[in-house]
Every structure is written in C-alpha cells, then in structure tokens.
C-alpha cells in the first residue's frame, strides 16, 4: 500500500464547495490558504470575464484541475439534445479560455425513456463534442453518479458502466472521473478503478463523504470524516494505480455553505490530513 502524500500540494477544491464566495473571493482564498488546485463550476463564471479571471489564476499561481460540468445529454426531444450538445461545445470554449484541460460530464437521464435509451444518447453526445474538445485541447471524464440519480441526472451509475462506455469510445480524450460519494458502496470499485488506470482513463479522483442519515438527496454531503465512507482506503487504491492527478473536494453542503466560509476551509484542510 502506498503512504498518501500529506501536504496540500495535490488539494483541490471545487468552486461549489464554497458556493458562497464569488470566483474571484475563491481564487484568492484558496491561494492564501495554500490550496493551489481548483475545479471551476460553470455558475460561478456566468457574466464573468473569462480573460480577467485567467489573469487571475496565473497570478495566484492556481492550477486549473477541471471544469463542472458538461454532459445532460438524454432528451426525448432532438431540439433538447441539440441545445445540449450547443451548451457541451460553448463549455469546451470556456475552458479553453480558463486553461481548463479537462471537463467533467454529469451525463444526464430523461425519465421519458429507458437507461438504455439514456445511455445510447450520451454515447452519441460525446462522440459529437469529442472532436471540438481534442483541438482545443480538453479532455472530456464520464462521472458515475449513484444509482439515486438515475431518474434525472445520469443514467450512468457505476465504474463499470463509465468504463464500458470509455472503452467503446476508444479515445485517449474521453476517460472516467473517480468520485467516493458516488461509488463507494460498489463492490467492484477497487478492480474497475485498476481497469480505468490501466486503459489510462482515470481522470480525476473526487472527495467528500456519505453521511447517516443523508437528509438531502442534492446538498447534504459531508466533510471527509462526516461519514461512512473509507477514503483512505479508495485514496490507496486510486493511488496505486499511479494516478498523481489532484485529490478534489467537492462539497455540496447547505449545512457547510452557511458556515464562515474561511473557518471552514480550515476545517478542510484539517479533514485533508487526517480523514483522506
Ligand atoms: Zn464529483
């Protein structure tokens, strides 16, 4: 088993974490607080001027882990399906701008029609951006989301059905995104995880915790230690693949977004060191 590295200098955190600050507040906190990785949401770059929020990053020394997100491909309705392959490219766009070099996809489900449906359409979507995101240099990551999401927001739901799909797409431009909350309960995590690093699809590597009871299907995520789940032991696992990307913290908390949100960091930074 592999030791984790206990420093920040493989921290990242999503801007959604701390949904209350503005891109601007997070890039210069999280630089003070020595957090130098950074995945950016898309809501928190609406009406924003990507050049001056580049500038910024630079300046602060961040590095752009991803982007959040692409992906909601499925629709019944081809004009839906085409707004959101319109909406996939205008992402890539974005960052590109930021100096993003990957996009993260939450692929999407259309209760309408079967999984199967679902899935043939996110296959399709992809393959439609796919050569838009190579040029500009993006790589795109599938993101299971739990078997609680089926119904609205992916019909993706394990690592196996993420791989299969990275497989049949076949480019070294479309991988797989790796997130605890989502995957932890699987029994084949740790052999799907080995069969994504050895295809060079993983990605990136997601963290949080799964709380009980969870009181919010969306936004009751918890602090690493909050919870059920043995991040330790996923670390290692995705760690022993060689994987050397960024451990991301990605928080969706209505509890932790109504905190101070400098205070909390701290306490994410404590979790980090201790609980990952
Ligand atoms: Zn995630």
Not at 53 to 80: E, Q
Not at 143 to 152: F, S
Not at 159 to 186: C, F, R
Request: proline share 4%.
């Amino acid at each position: 088993m592999i030791t984790a590295i206990k420093d920040f200098s493989k921290l990242c955190l999503h801007t959604m974490t701390t949904r209350p600050w503005t891109i601007e507040e997070c890039i210069r906190n999280y630089s003070e607080a020595g957090i130098h990785g950074i995945t950016i949401w898309r809501n928190a770059i609406e009406n924003v001027n990507l050049k001056r929020v580049k500038t910024l990053l630079d300046d602060s020394g961040m590095d752009v882990v991803s982007l959040c997100r692409g992906g909601f491909f499925p629709s019944v309705n081809a004009m839906k399906r085409q707004a959101a392959i319109d909406d996939n490219l205008f992402a890539i766009e974005q960052a590109e701008a930021l100096g993003a070099p990957l996009i993260v996809l939450v692929c999407g489900a259309d209760k309408e029609q079967s999984l199967e449906k679902s899935r043939d359409q996110i296959h399709e979507g992809i393959l439609r951006i796919l050569p838009t995101a190579q040029q500009a240099g993006v790589k795109l990551a599938i993101e299971p989301l739990h078997p609680m999401y089926a119904g609205d927001r992916s019909a993706i739901n394990t690592i196996k059905q993420a791989n299969d799909m990275a497989e049949q797409i076949n480019s070294p431009w479309t991988g797989v995104a790796v997130d605890v909350y989502h995957l932890w309960w699987d029994p084949e995590l740790r052999e799907e995880i080995d069969r994504c690093a050895l295809n060079r699809h993983l990605f990136a590597f997601h963290i949080c915790d799964w709380k009980v009871p969870t009181i919010d299907f969306l936004n009751d995520r918890g602090l690493m230690g909050e919870g059920c789940i043995n991040i330790p032991v996923i670390r290692s696992w995705i760690e022993s693949t060689g994987f050397t990307g960024y451990n991301e913290v990605e928080i969706f908390s209505n509890i932790h977004w109504g905190e101070d949100q400098f205070a909390y960091i701290g306490k994410i930074k404590q979790a980090y060191l201790t609980k990952t």
